[in-house]
């Protein structure tokens, strides 16, 4: 098991209600998306009326508990857990139910939720080893006939993102693309030779943040873009499967791919989705 991750860099502007807007948070349609399994949990009596949200999402904990389901909120970071909760609209009900602790290690009853929900969450692991163990513990605390919804990076068959960081660029201030594109294709692309391991999966964002760093002070990248995308600045190793061996690795825990949905029209929904999966 890798050591835990600190998000405490980055709680104060991750949970800034104007940087609440996609792809750092679920789009009014992937919202539709989570919706619907929230609906499908509270129109079956056999399964239990609880959701584990693994992390401190606020939009999914109030779309949960304006359904009438416990929301449980899971995360490392008490800051977080603090900075998300002030941000709900139903922060306090009786069905907002807050625990710190380590996805990898927190036990709850085998059976105990009807619905997981990871909103970027299984990306922000460390390993494959975290990814495996976070699902295997997901699908024992999930009842029969629950689902697992993640909103996920991953690499897809059909897209391979910028690799030309003055092209990226230079599309942007053209009008070709939305800062939210600029960003990810930075994030996730143009330095993804550098910055990923395809055999272990894990994508190092210090390498990557660095090197916009040297794009900012070769003069490429104006002083506001680059003051906005350190908003979001961190150091942590993602885990960035390709989609088929994501896929894969949920469904060797007792899972069945539902569906997938792919919002649109930014770039980055190709490539940052949502995939849902029965058990």
């Known amino acids: 098991m890798s050591q835990p991750q600190s998000w405490t860099p980055i709680a ?20 539709g998306v989570y919706a619907k399994y929230v609906g499908r949990v509270r129109e079956n009596p056999s399964l239990p009326p609880r959701a584990l949200i693994l992390g401190s999402t ?26 998300f909760s002030a941000l709900m609209e139903h922060a306090g009900s009786e069905l907002d139910k807050r625990h710190l602790g380590d996805w990898r290690a927190t036990e709850f009853p085998a059976g105990y ?27 024992r605390s999930l009842s029969p006939g629950g689902y697992l919804v993640a909103r996920n990076s991953c690499f897809v068959s059909d897209y391979d993102g910028y690799r030309d960081a003055s092209a990226l660029v230079g599309d942007y201030r053209a009008g070709k693309l939305t800062w939210n594109d600029l960003f ?7 330095f993804k030779d550098q910055a990923y391991n395809p055999a272990n ?14 794009l900012q002070a070769a003069g490429l990248l104006p002083d506001g873009e680059y003051k906005r995308i350190n908003e979001f600045r961190n150091s942590i190793i993602n ?22 949905f792919h919002d649109g029209p930014e770039l980055f929904f190709r490539h940052f989705f949502m995939l849902a999966f029965a058990r």
Do not use: W
């Open 12 to 31: 104060d502007n991750r949970a800034r209600p104007g940087n609440r807007v996609p792809p750092f948070a679920p789009s009014s349609a992937e919202l």
């Open 58 to 83: 606020p939009e999914l904990r109030d779309l949960t508990i304006s359904a009438g389901l416990e929301a449980h909120a899971l995360d490392i970071s008490p800051e977080m857990l603090v900075k």
């Open 113 to 139: 939720f009807g619905l997981v929900f990871g909103d970027g969450s299984l990306m922000s692991l460390a390993s494959r080893e975290d990814n495996e163990t976070v699902v295997g513990r997901c699908a």
């Open 184 to 190: 990810m294709e930075l994030r996730f692309f143009v």
């Open 201 to 214: 999966f894990q994508y190092d964002a210090g390498v990557t943040f660095r090197r916009i760093d040297e």
């Open 239 to 260: 885990t960035v499967y390709p989609e088929a061996e994501f896929v894969s690795m949920v469904g060797r825990h007792g899972f069945r791919l539902e569906e997938t």
